[in-house]
């Protein structure tokens, strides 16, 4: 594995070329606006319905025991009538990440945070 600052970086290996890719570092705003701006190419086997990218929760007020205020990418699957949340981090995945997607689940099922 590569470093790079405080971000640990796996190394992929590419089949085709025989040889390891080299690691992409990007801010979080900018792997978002790639994704969003890229969203039809990259997820055409799904079939998403995206909603908006820098989703607010409750119109911009964060609940004080949630400490979440947007979703990075939001969508809809229609197939499993589920909603898709696309959560970018662009360092390593620390507690924040795990605790965050467990209150997105939550409110997506209809419960508050309190």
């Not at 911009?60 to 898709?84: E, T």
Request: aromatic residues 14%; proline residues 2%; contains cysteine.
């Amino acid at each position: 594995m590569l470093k790079s600052g405080e971000a640990e970086v796996k190394r992929l290996f590419s089949v085709k070329d025989n040889d390891f890719l080299q690691p992409v570092i990007k801010k979080e705003d900018v792997l978002r606006d790639f994704l969003w701006n890229n969203r039809k190419k990259l997820f055409q086997e799904y079939n998403f319905i995206f909603i908006a990218k820098e989703f607010s929760l409750n119109e911009g007020q964060v609940h004080d025991s949630c400490k979440m205020g947007r979703i990075d990418i939001l969508a809809y699957n229609p197939d499993k009538k589920r909603f898709v949340i696309f959560e970018l981090k662009a360092t390593s995945l620390n507690s924040e990440f795990f605790v965050q997607s467990v209150v997105f689940s939550f409110r997506e099922s209809g419960n508050n945070c309190s």
